[in-house]
């Protein structure tokens, strides 16, 4: 009965663990999100005032922010995962940077579809289009991130 109870223990202290460190990530990349909201934002906001269409001010501001975004998620947000790889200071191993670019152009291309229904379908203004979809893409982006792009290695 105590063997139960110290494996039923180790297994709660763990499920604990996992949930801090998802709970953990998941602020850090919305810390990480809001700096790179806020480069996309400004570079979308420049654009749309010299008169660019919303759709090349989105993929413009998307993709400014998506770098500043490898950046930090690599090395601050899911530090823990493939760390071996940073160990030498360099900012990413090749596999982990084509999945980012690969599973953020996705996420680009999800992001101008939303984008031109909103905004062309169904007459929204291009800021209230852009609020909406970054806020959806903001759960799509965690989830892909922890889950594929920045995972551990062997998981």
Do not use: H
């Amino acid at each position: 009965m105590r063997r139960e109870n110290t494996v039923e223990g180790r297994e709660r202290t763990e499920r604990r663990a996992r949930t801090r460190s998802v709970t953990g990530q998941f602020l850090r990349f919305n810390a990480v999100g809001v700096f790179n909201t806020a480069v996309d934002f400004a570079v979308f906001a420049m654009l749309a005032a010299w008169g660019a269409s919303p759709l090349v001010a989105q993929f413009a501001g998307y993709g400014c922010g998506m770098l500043n975004s490898y950046y930090w998620n690599r090395n601050w947000t899911f530090r823990g995962a493939s760390s071996e790889a940073r160990r030498d200071g360099s900012t990413g191993d090749p596999a982990t940077f084509v999945r980012f670019l690969a599973f953020n152009t996705a996420t680009l291309l999800l992001s101008l579809i939303l984008m031109d229904a909103l905004t062309g379908r169904f007459g929204w203004s291009a800021f209230a289009a852009k609020v909406a979809v970054t806020g959806f893409t903001v759960f799509v982006n965690f989830t892909g991130n922890r889950l594929w792009v920045f995972r551990a290695a062997g998981r």
